[in-house]
């Protein structure tokens, strides 16, 4: 088995991370959820100040973005957990308000510059599935294996409403929808990497496929390239 890069692209809650954690277990390779990253940024900025509900300062952001320093580690359940600078910051950036954050952070040129940097970094060795919206166009053009992933939003809002009740959180279904709606937009027409299928990249929809099914597929694809 050669090692190869898998980059999956695709809106707000389809299920990329679901599907690139299941691969990543199964070969034995990293597992780079880029949309932490950019919830990481967010979240530092909320807590410096730089960021309320319609601004953010992005001189202070500028000043202090390679102080910004995320990394995952794998925690007892398995699972892996998101920390920024040594702090466990997991389950904070899973809000929506720190999604939303990420949304309009993500929009800015230099914080994507700095993590398309760190993320490149982290794929050197290959051996890496990485997830996010602009994987198999900016961060790894070359990438052996490319999932272009699409589902309804309806069925995403469904999906991401049941994950943040599961987790405590007390929010509506319409709420949830609206959110997604909105996120859909500016990530597909902002100016800095907006979400784009890659020409190469393989076109996935999985709003009627069950987990074991899309599990199975990406694991299909992955052998037709690796070996
Ligand atoms: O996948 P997610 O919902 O955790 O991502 C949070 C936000 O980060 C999303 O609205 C868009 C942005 N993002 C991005 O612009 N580029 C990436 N590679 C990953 C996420």
Redesign the pocket.
Known sequence: MKKIIVAIDGL??CG?STMAKDLAKHVGYIYV???????AVALFAIKNGWMTDDYIDEVELKRHIRNIKINFQTNDEGTQDTYLNGENVEKEIRSLEV?NG??RI?TIGFV?EELVRQQQAMGVEKGIVMD????GTV?FPNAELKIFLTSSPKIRAQRRYDELIAKGEKVNFEEVLANIRE?DE??SNRKE?PLRKAEDAIEIDNSHLNIEEQNELLRTLFREKAF
Do not use: E, F
């Open positions: 707000s809650s990329k959820d880029t949309g932490a990253m950019y919830r999604g990420a949304s993500s994507r996010g919206r602009d994987i961060v996120r500016r990530d990497s």
